[in-house]
């Protein structure tokens, strides 16, 4: 990563590909690109699909980019969210098979240490949010955030009635928030 | 679950935006909860804010070795169509990739120059001034009528509010950038030689990023958009 990367001001980068200022979205790209590669492939682990969301995403993050308000919140939460839904759009639409991955994708997360981040994240609050959720509801919200998996996928891989994950995620949710808050 | 005669109804609206930006919905749903980010703005600053929480978990997925095709396919998408137009400089703009210090664009270039009408428009010098990320973005003629031009060619660069674009140039040996001005934004700028410290090979020229009316100190202060060096013809 630069040294710089600090600095690098996502919300104006924003703004001006909504002026429609090329230089700042091949910026942009190149800021990101590598990261939202692995949350797209993370969700759709097949790299031409990824890739092809990367694609897609970066598109509609030009094509959109004048409905970003910087009042509201970041620009780097607002293309998160266009590439993860773009990945999540793709992954419901193949209609994948889940049950195999299940276990691993499980044992991922129960044993994943949290990445190094360039400390410009609040990783570390969000970190003790979650490992203070029942670990059931920790589980289903990043089974839902990382891999992209619907309430059915997850009902299915934790072998849990669909009802009881959408609470799982909506109380989970509710105690992130008041937690972060 | 106390909360279960809720599971197949659409969930409540302090946790729609939460379960929009995790992407729970179906499809449907997630439309309209897009949409309506764009015209209501309560619900709008609840998903900024599920966005924001919830960004610090992306960095647990490990990065992807993006293929630099990708980038190459969207600047197509996105660049304006003004590189369509028939300028022989403009052709410039396909050399991509193509060191500025490569004798072979600077001949090729210069032959196309000599298919000109007139004789004293052909450049007796050339630069071509590459971003960080290798794009042409100018190119720096001396002609023979002893007026520096520069050129854009590329797409250019941005300018955000309260900053300029300044052209810089350091002959061989200078122990300092030389300031040449302010560069207006897609326009070609003339200068005379006269105004130059230099004209010679390897001469450095440069475009930075700088506050509004200038770089205050004299030397160049922002980043560096474009660069390259002179190649006599």
């Known amino acids: ?181 | 679950m106390s909360d279960q005669h809720s599971q197949d109804s659409q969930p409540a609206p302090e946790d729609l935006a939460a379960q929009y930006v995790l992407g729970m919905l179906d499809a449907e749903a997630q439309q309209a909860a897009e949409k309506r980010v764009t015209s209501d703005r309560a619900f709008a600053r609840e998903v900024y804010q599920w966005q924001d929480r919830l960004l610090p978990l992306g960095r647990r997925v490990a990065p992807y070795a993006v293929p630099a095709s990708i980038l190459r396919r969207l600047l197509q998408h996105v660049m304006p169509p003004a590189r369509a137009a028939t300028s022989w400089w403009m052709r410039a703009g396909l050399w991509q990739g193509v060191s500025a210090l490569s004798i072979a664009l600077a001949v090729a270039l210069a032959m196309r120059g000599a298919h000109e009408p007139a004789v004293s428009q052909v450049p007796r010098y050339l630069a071509v001034l590459n971003s960080p990320g290798n794009e042409v973005l100018w190119v720096v003629e001396v002609a023979t009528g002893d007026t520096l031009r520069l050129k854009p060619v590329g797409t250019m660069p941005v300018v955000p509010s309260a900053k300029a674009l300044q052209f810089w140039t350091k002959p061989k040996g200078a122990d300092k950038p030389t300031s040449l001005g302010l560069v207006p934004v897609g326009q070609a700028l003339e200068l005379p030689r006269a105004s130059l410290p230099a004209v010679e090979s390897e001469q450095l020229f440069e475009v930075t990023l700088e506050p509004e009316y200038g770089s205050p100190t004299g030397r160049p202060t922002g980043p560096i958009l474009a660069i390259g060096r002179m190649i006599a013809l």
Request: hydrophobic share 40%.
């Open chain 1, 1 to 181: 990563m630069p040294a710089n990367e600090d600095d690098f001001d996502y919300e104006s980068a924003l703004l001006a590909c909504a002026r429609g200022e090329v230089f700042a979205f091949e910026s942009l790209y190149r800021r990101e690109s590598r990261w939202l590669g692995g949350v797209a492939y993370r969700i759709l682990r097949d790299r031409a699909l990824a890739e092809e969301a990367l694609h897609d995403a970066f598109l509609q993050i030009w094509q959109k980019a004048h409905t970003f308000d910087r009042n509201l919140g970041s620009a780097r939460g607002w293309i998160y969210t266009v590439v993860r839904h773009r990945a999540l759009g793709m992954a419901r639409g193949l209609g994948r098979e889940t049950a195999a991955g299940d276990m691993a994708a499980l044992s991922d997360i129960r044993g994943e240490p949290v990445q190094p981040n360039d400390g410009r994240d609040d990783a570390a609050d969000i970190d003790k949010c979650l490992e203070d959720l029942p670990p059931e509801r920790r589980e289903s919200i990043l089974l839902a955030f990382l891999d992209g998996y619907s309430h059915e996928e997850i009902a299915r891989a934790l072998k849990t009635p669909l009802g009881t994950v959408k609470s799982w995620i909506r109380r989970g949710l509710a105690s992130l928030k008041e937690c972060l808050s």
